[in-house]
């Protein structure tokens, strides 16, 4: 992976901080948009260096945003060679009849928007180097469907269709697209919002980064539109 192109959304998170550390630790040149300084010098100083990372402030959730993100991406490295996109949110919810609009709204802008706009620029570029490699993170949920939690996992589902859609566009050019489906992710939140849990069975950050890293190789050429169940122990 040395001196690849990396772009990483949602770096600065609990799996997102795995994700650009294993990608990092192989040479790769990673892009990390971030929303703040803030977010940026926490980042640079979890990696304790600013070598081949370099941060860009972005609203994934706004086209022109997005579309400058990339564009600037495009002008300096001349191509995307991977996008893993980790951007997303979570809300349990409950019935439907409970559920406010502007939490389902909220959902589908956090999970699904943001991997069409980002997907849609760094496909474009990919397609042209007739090359590249997409990467998104859905969940259990959005297979197994629990009730209670339909503006989640409508939005997760909807994340996975649309990764397997790119898939069918992409193969003609190389593109390969694949979704990551983690079960309960190792987190201090969730340890925290689930403290009776066992733990043992979670997956970590660091397994998920694996899987991502392992399927991100260059000589991983045929494998696209899978679905890539990431369930630790449970």
Request: glycine letters at 8%.
């Amino acid at each position: 992976m040395k001196n690849r192109v990396v772009v990483i959304t949602g770096g600065n998170g609990g799996l997102g901080k795995a994700v650009v550390q294993r990608f990092w630790n192989t040479g790769a040149k990673i892009i990390a948009p971030v929303t703040s300084e803030k977010s940026a010098a926490e980042l640079i100083a979890f990696l304790g260096s600013e070598e081949r990372l370099q941060t860009i402030e972005a609203d994934l959730t706004d086209s022109a945003s997005v579309k400058s993100l990339f564009s600037q991406i495009d002008e300096e490295y001349g191509r995307c060679d991977v996008l893993v996109h980790l951007v997303g949110g979570f809300w349990m919810g409950g019935d439907i009849d409970e559920t406010p609009f502007s939490q389902f709204e909220k959902m589908i802008r956090l999970n699904l928007f943001t991997a069409f706009l980002c997907a849609r620029s760094a496909f474009g570029m990919m397609k042209d180097a007739r090359s590249g490699k997409i990467f998104t993170v859905a969940a259990r949920a959005a297979l197994e469907l629990p009730a209670g939690m339909a503006a989640y996992t409508t939005s997760k589902a909807a994340l996975l269709a649309f990764t397997e859609s790119l898939a069918k566009e992409g193969a003609p050019y190389g593109v390969q697209s694949n979704t990551i489906l983690p079960g309960v992710i190792d987190t201090p939140a969730n340890r925290k919002s689930m403290p009776e849990a066992n733990f043992d069975n979670w997956v970590t950050p660091e397994q998920i980064a694996e899987v991502i890293l392992a399927m991100a190789q260059p000589g991983i050429t045929e494998v696209t539109g899978s679905s890539v169940k990431v369930y630790g122990k449970s």
